[in-house]
């Protein structure tokens, strides 16, 4: 009975589940810059990286993610500048787009040091409706050939470090705004939506 109950909560609260718009990193470790830009400049070289992922080989459709990033310090060390390109295949949608950021890191004393980051780049949410089932076929909100949109977006973040530990928080798409494809059609629920890292 206590193993239904736990069930059954756990179902219970899965039922307001989302999911997220923003590409899966389970390579974080691998360019934490690509989760948290405050990251720029920590290190007194520039690093360059570079990645391609494949998620689940051989099924159709399957989410596929490419980047490339380079980030440095400015200024004595107490600034970073950073860049990133990047591409999220999932299905039918794609996400394209650049990313600059800028970064200060303010020395608390030897061991600790907290970054500020504001990010801000181009981003272009497409979705090929051709290649969609779709329920209704005369969705006014979808057309069946490919659709794109081109938005700014905006992000910001924090970064607290010592010798052995970090922590921190970085909000992308902070402005929220409409994924709209046509103009005479402003009824869409499609928004950019905040993320949090």
């Known amino acids: 009975m206590k193993k239904l109950i736990i069930i059954v909560l756990m179902l219970c609260g899965m039922a307001g589940a989302k999911a997220q718009q923003l ?3 389970t390579q974080f470790y691998a360019n934490e810059y690509m989760v948290n830009p405050a990251l720029a400049g920590i290190d007194k070289y520039f690093h360059a990286k570079a ?6 080989v051989g099924i159709q459709d399957s989410p596929r993610t490419y980047y490339l990033s380079l980030h440095g310090p400015i200024i004595r060390e107490k600034m970073g500048v950073g860049g990133s390109i990047f591409s999220d295949v999932v299905g039918q949608t794609r996400r394209n787009g650049f990313q600059a950021a800028y970064a200060y890191h303010l020395k608390l004393n030897d061991a600790y ?8 780049g181009m981003l272009q949410f497409a979705v090929d409706g051709g290649k969609l089932d779709l329920e209704q076929s005369n969705d006014i909100a979808l057309s069946n050939g490919f659709m794109s949109i081109w938005a700014v977006d905006f ?8 010798e052995n530990f970090h922590v921190g928080i ?28």
């Open 23 to 25: 590409e899966q990193w």
């Open 51 to 56: 990645l391609y992922r494949d998620q689940w």
């Open 113 to 120: 040091k907290l970054s500020f980051t504001l990010s801000t």
């Open 155 to 162: 992000g910001s973040g924090v970064r607290f470090s010592g």
């Open 170 to 197: 970085y909000v992308p798409q902070v402005a929220g705004l409409k994924a709209q494809f046509f103009r005479d059609y402003s009824e869409t629920q499609n928004v950019l939506a905040r993320h949090y890292y």
